[in-house]
C-alpha cells in the first residue's frame, strides 16, 4: 500500500516466459561445461572390452610353443598369465577370473590400433604359418630402448647410425625419445601415512600417458631397425 491509498501491483512473468527463461540459463550452463575430451563412448569401450576378452580366450587356447612365438609382441607378463590360465580347468571359475586378467594385461600392453595385427598373429601362430619375431630382434630392441631412455650415448650412436643408413625419420626418433622420457611425481597411496624423514626422500616418478604413448611408437621404429640390421647380417654372413 503506497501513500494515498496506491496500491502496488507487481507484474509476474507469464508461465510460458518463466519456462523459457529456465530453458535459457540451463542452455547456458550446458554450454558453460567443458566438453569431455578423449572418452570414448559407452558401445566402444564395451566393444573394445569384448576384443581384449575374446583375445585372452585364444591365447589360453595355444600351445606353450605357440605362446613363445607371440611373446614379442605381447610381452612375458602376458605369457605368463596366459600359461596359468590354460592349467585351470574350464569348468573352474578360476579360470575366468584369470582369462579377465589377460584381457586387462593386453588392454595396458596393446593400443587399439594394434589389436587386428594381435589378431591375426594369433591366428597365425595357430594355424602353424611360422614364427611372428626374430627374438634375437626383439631382444635387441629391449636392450635399445632401456639404453635411450637412460641417455646412454652409445645406443644413441649405434641407433641413430642404423636409422640413418635405413634412411628412417631421425627427426621422428628424437622426438619419440624426448616425449618417452617424460615423466611426472607419482603420488604416495593415500592410506600410506608418509615417514618421518619424508622431506629426505626424494618423490617416485612414473612415466606420463604421452611417454608410454611414445614408447611403444618408439619400439615399432627400433623394431623395423633391428630387422633390417638382422637382414643385413644375414646378407655379410652368404
Known amino acids: 500500500?503506497?501513500?494515498?491509498?496506491?496500491?502496488?501491483?507487481?507484474?509476474?512473468?507469464?508461465?510460458?516466459?518463466?519456462?523459457?527463461?529456465?530453458?535459457?540459463?540451463?542452455?547456458?550452463?550446458?554450454?558453460?561445461?567443458?566438453?569431455?575430451?578423449?572418452?570414448?563412448?559407452?558401445?566402444?569401450?564395451?566393444?573394445?572390452?569384448?576384443?581384449?576378452?575374446?583375445?585372452?580366450?585364444?591365447?589360453?587356447?595355444?600351445?606353450?610353443?605357440?605362446?613363445?612365438r607371440l611373446q614379442p609382441l605381447v610381452g612375458e607378463q602376458v605369457v605368463d598369465a596366459v600359461g596359468l590360465a590354460a592349467r585351470i580347468s574350464n569348468r573352474n571359475q578360476g579360470r575366468q577370473r584369470q582369462e579377465s586378467l589377460v584381457a586387462k594385461l593386453l588392454r595396458e600392453s596393446v593400443i587399439a590400433t594394434e589389436v587386428t595385427q594381435l589378431q591375426a598373429a594369433v591366428e597365425s601362430v595357430r594355424t602353424g604359418q611360422g614364427i611372428i619375431a626374430n627374438p634375437a630382434a626383439e631382444q635387441q630392441v629391449q636392450l635399445w630402448l632401456q639404453a635411450l631412455l637412460a641417455d646412454d650415448v652409445a645406443a644413441a650412436t649405434q641407433a641413430f647410425g642404423l636409422a640413418q643408413s635405413s634412411g628412417a625419420d631421425l627427426q621422428q626418433i628424437r622426438q619419440l625419445l624426448r616425449q618417452a622420457q617424460q615423466t611426472e611425481v607419482q603420488p604416495p597411496p593415500a592410506a600410506t601415512a608418509p615417514p618421518a624423514d619424508a622431506a629426505a626422500v626424494p618423490p617416485a616418478s612414473r612415466p606420463t600417458a604421452k611417454a608410454l604413448s611414445a614408447r611403444k611408437q618408439l619400439r615399432k621404429l627400433l623394431q623395423l631397425l633391428a630387422e633390417h640390421a638382422a637382414a643385413k647380417a644375414a646378407e655379410d654372413e652368404q
Not at 501491483?9 to 558453460?32: G, K, N
Not at 580366450?57 to 613363445?68: I, N, Y
Request: glycine share 4%; no cysteine; proline share 6%.
Open 1 to 68: 500500500m503506497l501513500a494515498g491509498g496506491a496500491t502496488l501491483v507487481v507484474q509476474q512473468p507469464a508461465r510460458s516466459e518463466r519456462r523459457h527463461l529456465r530453458s535459457t540459463v540451463a542452455s547456458a550452463a550446458a554450454a558453460a561445461r567443458p566438453p569431455r575430451v578423449g572418452r570414448p563412448s559407452k558401445s566402444a569401450a564395451k566393444h573394445e572390452a569384448k576384443q581384449f576378452q575374446d583375445l585372452a580366450r585364444q591365447l589360453t587356447r595355444l600351445t606353450e610353443k605357440q605362446l613363445v
